[in-house]
């Protein structure tokens, strides 16, 4: 009877550890798996990185060879063109490979904390249309904000309220003057490129609409 007792608990206990070996195995193998599969995350994420990092240098790339293209366009041509400078804040007018005319400019924004390199992003545009006269019509809301009936429209006109002229290029940006009293800062529903008047002058006389714009 002690043999036969013996002998049952040698053989619980031979169970008993086996299943004690398989766990210890099973616990192993999926730390390993977990390690495993820690690995092949960071390595797609690293690849995903250099993926998103390529495709913004590929995506320079063609935004320069984009640049230079329109440039030897315009220089093949006797037009007038502009080159936005947003590093030295410059704008210039040129004609071939030729400075006609140079000078600073002020970037004006809805949102004062906006940077000029997300606001003027580099990119070549064309004018969409110009006004050699600048007139603004006060709206009814501003009116009504002041309490006041509107009256007919041709008392509403401030005449020269952004200067002498205004380019408009699109995606709610203008170059103009400086904007006149007269128009509140909540009624300025765009961005703008501020230039003194007589730069402001050359540049509304010599451009027209198709004309190159170069932002750099």
Do not use: C
């Not at 086996?18 to 495993?36: F, H, P, Q, T, W």
């Not at 995350?41 to 690293?46: Q, V």
């Not at 490979?97 to 992003?121: A, G, H, Q, S, W």
């Amino acid at each position: 009877m002690g043999r036969r007792l013996t002998s049952v608990l040698a053989a619980v206990a031979t169970v008993v550890g086996s299943i004690a070996l398989v766990r210890l195995a099973d616990a192993v193998g999926k730390r390993e798996l977990v390690r495993a599969a820690s690995e092949v995350d960071a390595e797609a994420n690293g690849l995903a990185a250099r993926y998103d990092s390529l495709k913004q240098v590929v995506g320079q790339f063609q935004q320069d060879q984009e640049f230079l293209n329109y440039r030897i366009a315009s220089l093949s041509k006797r037009e007038p063109y502009l080159v936005i400078g947003r590093a030295d804040r410059k704008l210039a007018l040129a004609v071939q490979d030729k400075t006609i005319m140079e000078t600073k400019f002020r970037l004006r924004t809805l949102n004062p904390d906006d940077d000029i390199y997300e606001v003027l992003p580099k990119a070549t545009l064309e004018v969409l249309d110009k006004q050699a006269r600048s007139e603004w019509t006060k709206p009814d809301w501003l009116y009504r904000l002041e309490g006041v009936t509107p009256p007919p429209d041709s008392l509403r006109v401030v005449k020269n309220a952004f200067g002498p002229g205004e380019v408009f290029l699109g995606a709610a940006l203008e170059i103009h003057g400086r904007v006149s009293d007269s128009v509140p800062a909540e009624a300025v529903d765009h961005n703008y490129i501020e230039l003194d008047s007589v730069p402001l002058k050359r540049v509304v006389e010599a451009v027209k609409p198709g004309t190159l714009v170069l932002i750099k």
